[in-house]
C-alpha cells in the first residue's frame, strides 16, 4: 500500500493515482481564495497555477500534443514527469496545459497527465488549437466528453486566460513549402500575433519554410529572437534538429535576463503580440545540416505523394523523418524539448524577478498617520512592540490562533442592459462590499463564537486597509493585542482580496496580495513580539495557518512546542500546505526526520484531499519517509499488507482509495498523529495514532474503526483509528449563501472542542460539521449565529 517513490520511472504511472490529487470537486473554500482568473465549466486551472499566477512565482506553460500525437504510451508518460521536473528544479511552476473530457484544464495533475496521455495507444484524442476549443468543450457540455491535446496556438490562448507569459515547448509551426499557394499557414503565427505569451522553441519545424515563416512572424508584429548560446554576433535561427539553418535570425539575445527584459517591457508599453525565442539544440545532439536537408525533401516528397496535407502533414512528415533518420531524430527532439524548457523557466524565473522589483519600487500613497494603538505600546525604535507591562495584562487563554488577517473586497458588476461582463480598460458600475477575512482570523472568530478564549496573531500594515482590519476585529470581540503594525517605512501592505464578479455574482477576476505574511522573522521581532505574548497567555492549543513563510511556520510551531502548547495546522492550498516540510540554511522545517512521535511538534493537521496529496508529496521529497523514526512507527502499526486495498475500501470507499487519501493520511502519521481531511460533500476522514492502553481499542463500538493494533509490548503505538464521517446535510444549491469560511469554521469548531477538554476527537466532528452548515447557510464569511451552538461544545467537556 505504500507509494512508489520513483516518479521518472515505468512505475510512475502505475502508482500516481495513490499520491496524486483525486478527481473532484475542488475546495469552494480556496477556489475563492485563490482565484486569480475566471473559471467556469470549459476552463479550470489548478491550484497550485493559480497560487503561483497570484503571487508572482515563475509559472512555465507546457503544451500537450507531444504527449498526444508526438510521443508513443508509455514513453510520453515518463516525458511528461520529467519536463515538469526540469521546470521544478529550475525555480518555476509547471502548468501543463490540455483538454480533459471536454474542459480545458491548465495545471494537469499526474492522473490527469496520465488519462490524456494514454490516449495515444488509441489515438483518440483531437489535436487542438484555437479554432477547436469552442468546438471540443461544446461536444462535452451536449454529453460527447473528448480529450484533446493543445498545440502551440491552443496552448498560448489557455496559458494567456490564465495569466502565464512565457511556454517551453520543441519546434513551432509555420509557413509550409510551397504555402504561398496553398495558404497551408500554421495557426501558431497567427496566434502570436494577437497572444502576448513568449514562446520558447528550437524554432520552427525543420521541415517548413523557414524564410516565409519569419516573413510571416513579421507581419504579424511578433519579435523573434535566438538565444547567441555563447556565440559572438549574428546568429542563425535554429530548424529545430539543426542548430544553424542558413536563415539569419532577425535579432540575436544574450541571455535569459535579456530576453526577461523583453518580456516586461513589451508588456508594459503594451503591445498584445507574442514573442518567439529560438533555442538551438545543443552540439552534442545537433543533427549535420546537410543530412538533414535530404531527409526532409524526401518526407516532404512523400507526404505529397501520398496527400498528406493541413494538420495531417505535420505528423506524417515527422514519422517519416524519424523512419529515414533511424531515430536519430528522436533522440535529438527529445534532448531539444527538455533544452527549451530549462531555458523557458529561467526565462520565467528572471521575469519574476524584474516584476517583484518593480512592484517593490512604485510610488504608492502616502502613509495615514500612525495607526493609535489603546491595547498594545508603539516605540519609533521598535514599532508595535509589546512593553512588560502590557504584557502582563494579557490572561491565559484556551486557543491561540497565528495566521492571517485581510481585508476582503467583493465587487459586483451592475449593468442595465444586456452586459453581463465587466468591460475591460474601463470603469465599470459596481456594488462594491468589504469584510474581513483570513484564514486565520475566520478561524479564530469561529473558535471564539463557540465560547473559546482566544489570543489572535497577525500582522497589518500602517494603511488604510490595517486601520479597517483593527476595528473591524475589535467589534468582532477580538484583541488586537496579538497584531503587528508594520512601519510605513517597511512598505508592507495590509493583506487584500479584491474579486470582481459579473452580473450573475460569478468571479471575473481577482487579485490577492498576501505579501506581508512572507517577510522575515527578524522584520517581525518575532522573538520578542509574538513569543512573549504566547509565554504569557499559555494556550492548550495553538493553531498555525500556513499563510506564513516556511521560516515563521517553522518559528511557531518550535514557540508553541516551547510553552506546552499543542499545535494544529490549517494547510490553506496545495502550495502553502508543503510550507511545513520546508527548512533553509537558516531555518530547520517544522517537520523534520526528527519530528516523528513522541517527538512530533504538530499534533493535529487539517487539510483539503489536495493538501493532504501535497504534503505527502512534499514529506516524500524531503525524505522523510527514509528515516529510522518512520519506519519505527510505521512496523509499529502491524499494517498487513494482504487485504489492506479491501480493509480500507471498507472503511472509506473505493473512490477514496483509488485516489490514494486514507493510505497518504496513513504514511504521514508518524509525525502528524491526527489528520482530518475535509472532503466537501463527501464529509471528513479522521485518521488517528491511538496510544498503548487507549480504551477505544477494546471497546466493542469503536471495533469498525480500528484499522490495525500494534503488538501489545510496543510503548509508543496502540494502533490506527480511521472513520470517514458522512456531511452534516446535503444542501440544494439555493441553500448556499457562501462558501467562504465553511472549512475554516470546521477548524476552528474542532479546536474549540479540543480546548474545552474533550480528547476525542470523533465526539467533535459531528458538531464542527454543523457549524461548518451554518457559514454555509449564511452570506458573507464566518456565520454569526455559531455562538447558538455553545451549549453543546460546553457538554463536550462532561
Keep these: 500500500m505504500l507509494a512508489s517513490r520513483s516518479p521518472c520511472s515505468r512505475q510512475f504511472y502505475k502508482t500516481a493515482a495513490l499520491y496524486a490529487p483525486a478527481r473532484g470537486l475542488r475546495s469552494a473554500r480556496q477556489n475563492h481564495r485563490n482565484h486569480s482568473f475566471a473559471q467556469s465549466k470549459f476552463f479550470q486551472v489548478s491550484e497550485e497555477v493559480r497560487d503561483a499566477v497570484a503571487t508572482g512565482k515563475p509559472v512555465v506553460a507546457l503544451e500537450s500534443t ?9 514513453d510520453n508518460v515518463a516525458l511528461a514527469s520529467l519536463l515538469e521536473t526540469v521546470v521544478r528544479a529550475n525555480g518555476g511552476v509547471p502548468a501543463t496545459i490540455g483538454i480533459l473530457n471536454g474542459v480545458a484544464r491548465v495545471g494537469l495533475r499526474a492522473d490527469e497527465l496520465i488519462e490524456l496521455a494514454s490516449t495515444a495507444e488509441k489515438k483518440s484524442a483531437l489535436k487542438v488549437s484555437r479554432r477547436d476549443l469552442g468546438y471540443i468543450c461544446g461536444l462535452g457540455m451536449a454529453g460527447k466528453p473528448l480529450h484533446g491535446g493543445t498545440t502551440i496556438s491552443g496552448t498560448m490562448v489557455l496559458a494567456h486566460l490564465a495569466g502565464i507569459k512565457v511556454f517551453g515547448t520543441g519546434g513551432l ?70 542548430r544553424d539553418s542558413g536563415i539569419r535570425s532577425p535579432k540575436t539575445i544574450q541571455n535569459e535576463a535579456e530576453a526577461a527584459a523583453i518580456i516586461y517591457a513589451q508588456s508594459k508599453l503594451p503591445v498584445s503580440s507574442g514573442i518567439l525565442f529560438a533555442n538551438p539544440v545543443s552540439e552534442e545532439h545537433s543533427i549535420p545540416k546537410d543530412e538533414m536537408d535530404v531527409i526532409i525533401e524526401e518526407a516532404v516528397r512523400l507526404a505529397d505523394v501520398e496527400g498528406y496535407h493541413g494538420s495531417d502533414n505535420t505528423p506524417f512528415v515527422l514519422a517519416k523523418i524519424k523512419e529515414l533518420s533511424g531515430g536519430k531524430t528522436v533522440v535529438a527532439n527529445r534532448a531539444l524539448v527538455e533544452a527549451n524548457v530549462k531555458r523557458a523557466t529561467r526565462v520565467a524565473v528572471e521575469l519574476s524577478k524584474l516584476e517583484r522589483s518593480a512592484a517593490a519600487n512604485e510610488q504608492h500613497m502616502p502613509a495615514i498617520p500612525r495607526i493609535d494603538r489603546t491595547d498594545q505600546a508603539t516605540s519609533e525604535e521598535k514599532p508595535n512592540q509589546l512593553d512588560s507591562e502590557s504584557t502582563t495584562q494579557l490572561k491565559k487563554v484556551d486557543v491561540l490562533v497565528a495566521g492571517s488577517l485581510a481585508i476582503d473586497l467583493a465587487c459586483d458588476f451592475v449593468t442595465a442592459g444586456q452586459e453581463t461582463i465587466p468591460a475591460s480598460q474601463t470603469s465599470n458600475p459596481a456594488v462594491i462590499e468589504q469584510s474581513l477575512g483570513g484564514v486565520g482570523h475566520n478561524v479564530a472568530f469561529a473558535s471564539k463564537s463557540l465560547g473559546s478564549s482566544v489570543m489572535f496573531c497577525s500582522v497589518v500594515g500602517d494603511d488604510l486597509s490595517g486601520r479597517a482590519a483593527l476595528s473591524s476585529l475589535q467589534q468582532e470581540g477580538l484583541t488586537t493585542q496579538g497584531v503587528k503594525v508594520m512601519p510605513a517605512s517597511s512598505g508592507a501592505r495590509t493583506a487584500q482580496y479584491v474579486a470582481v464578479n459579473d452580473a450573475a455574482k460569478d468571479l471575473h477576476v481577482a487579485m490577492a496580495d498576501m505579501s506581508i505574511l512572507q517577510l522575515s522573522s527578524e522584520t517581525f521581532d518575532f522573538d520578542e513580539f509574538y513569543e512573549p ?15 506564513w513563510s516556511p521560516e515563521l511556520i517553522s518559528k511557531w510551531v518550535a514557540a508553541a512546542k516551547k510553552h506546552g502548547a499543542r499545535v494544529a495546522f490549517e494547510p490553506v492550498s496545495t502550495t502553502k500546505s508543503q510550507g511545513l516540510f520546508k527548512g533553509s540554511p537558516e531555518t530547520k522545517a517544522a517537520i523534520g526526520e526528527s519530528a516523528c512521535i513522541p517527538n ?68 504521514l502519521l508518524p509525525f502528524l498523529p491526527c489528520i482530518i481531511t475535509k472532503l466537501g460533500a463527501r464529509g471528513a476522514l479522521l485518521t488517528q495514532l491511538l496510544r498503548p492502553g487507549d480504551a477505544r481499542l477494546s471497546a466493542p463500538e469503536y471495533s469498525p474503526y480500528i484499522l490495525s493494533r500494534a503488538p501489545p509490548t510496543d510503548e509508543l503505538i496502540g494502533g490506527v483509528y480511521m472513520r470517514l464521517f458522512p456531511p452534516a446535510a446535503e444542501l440544494a444549491d439555493g441553500a448556499i449563501m457562501s462558501v467562504n469560511g465553511a472549512g475554516d469554521t470546521l477548524v476552528g469548531a474542532v479546536i474549540s472542542g479540543l480546548a474545552s477538554g474533550q480528547d476525542k476527537v470523533e465526539k467533535i466532528i459531528t458538531l464542527a460539521q454543523e457549524a461548518s452548515l451554518l457559514t454555509l447557510k449564511s452570506p458573507g464569511g464566518v456565520s454569526k449565529d455559531l455562538a447558538q451552538l455553545q451549549p453543546q461544545f460546553k457538554s463536550l467537556a462532561a
Design 66 to 74: 507531444i504527449y498526444t500525437h508526438g510521443f508513443p504510451y508509455p
Design 173 to 242: 509551426g509555420g509557413v509550409h513549402r510551397g504555402g504561398e499557394l496553398s495558404m497551408d499557414i500554421s495557426a501558431d503565427l497567427t496566434e502570436l500575433g494577437r497572444t502576448p505569451v513568449t514562446v520558447v522553441s528550437s524554432g520552427c519545424k525543420s521541415f517548413l519554410d523557414i524564410p516565409r515563416t519569419i516573413e510571416y512572424l513579421e507581419t504579424e508584429g511578433v519579435c523573434v529572437g535566438t538565444f547567441a548560446d555563447g556565440r559572438q554576433g549574428s546568429v542563425d535561427l535554429p530548424a529545430f534538429f539543426t
Design 533 to 547: 505574548i504566547l509565554a504569557r497567555v499559555k494556550p492548550s492549543w495553538v493553531v498555525v495557518d500556513a499563510n
Design 600 to 667: 512530533n511538534s504538530v499534533s493535529l493537521a487539517t487539510p483539503n484531499e489536495f493538501e493532504l496529496a501535497a504534503m505527502y508529496s512534499a514529506a516524500r521529497d524531503e525524505g522523510l519517509f527514509d528515516s529510522t523514526g518512520w519506519w519505527r512507527i510505521i512496523d509499529a502499526m502491524g499494517m498487513s499488507s494482504s487485504g489492506s486495498r479491501d480493509r480500507l475500501v471498507a472503511m472509506t470507499s473505493a473512490s477514496l482509495v483509488d485516489a490514494g487519501i486514507p493510505q497518504q493520511s496513513i504514511q
